[in-house]
């Protein structure tokens, strides 16, 4: 057991590096069709959460016009859904670039 301490005590006082000198890249072949699909993925998945929105609207309408209690309850939640897909496509896009970007720079 003391040697096991032992080793402790040496580890603490003066730690060995855990990651060894490493700066992340992409490799220049990969920066611009990573940064075009992203691009593609995120406006493709912004304009559906815009239609689910819109139809999420018009379900809500007719639902109320009709009568129809269902069809406005799932047109609300067809709303906050699609107000929250996009959201988090936008943070979720975002973030990559932002991590891509980083990793530019070093």
Do not use: C
Not at 18 to 39: D, E, M, Y
Not at 64 to 80: F, L, S, V, Y
């Amino acid at each position: 057991m003391s040697q096991l301490l032992d080793t402790l005590i040496v580890l603490a006082a003066d730690p060995p590096p855990v990651i060894p000198n490493f700066t992340p890249s992409i490799p220049t072949t990969l920066q611009t069709p990573t940064g075009k699909i992203l691009g593609w993925t995120a406006g493709i998945g912004l304009a559906l959460a815009v239609l689910g929105g819109l139809s999420g609207w018009a379900a809500t309408a007719i639902g109320h016009n009709t009568e129809r209690g269902g069809m406005a309850a799932r047109g609300k939640q067809a709303i906050g859904w699609s107000l929250i897909a996009g959201i988090g496509i936008g943070v979720t896009s975002g973030l990559i670039m932002g991590v891509y970007g980083m990793t530019q720079g070093a």
